[in-house]
């Protein structure tokens, strides 16, 4: 069973023991940053840091970075939470302070974010 599959399966059933986790939504996360090119192999190290640090949180469902195929440079950002709390925890966490004041986050020429509200994630 993939990871995303396990983890809907867990949500699914931590939904079902807590019904007021509809009323703190799942959160997700979709964005992207661009670095120069020959400055993303530098920046790997950190951005592994993070998304281990980051998989570690006891809210996140999903952290995931990955260089677009066609477009080198551009880093594709998928991150799932199990609410904005946890988010928010996440975001005041001591790796992500240390992510941007990075020397690799400085590279970082462009960033956008999108934050959905998931009320009812299923698989397809």
Known sequence: MSRLNALHRSWVS??????????NMMLLIVGEVR??????QAAKPAMERVITASREEAGC???????DVLDPGLIRIKETWLSKA?????SASSHMAQWRSSEAAGWITHRRFQIFEVDDPSSV
């Open 86 to 90: 946890a988010f928010d925890e996440h």
């Open 61 to 67: 469902l999903d952290y995931t970075y990955a260089e």
């Open 35 to 40: 670095l120069p090119v020959n400055k993303v």
């Open 14 to 23: 931590l939904a079902k023991s807590h019904p007021w986790i509809k009323e």
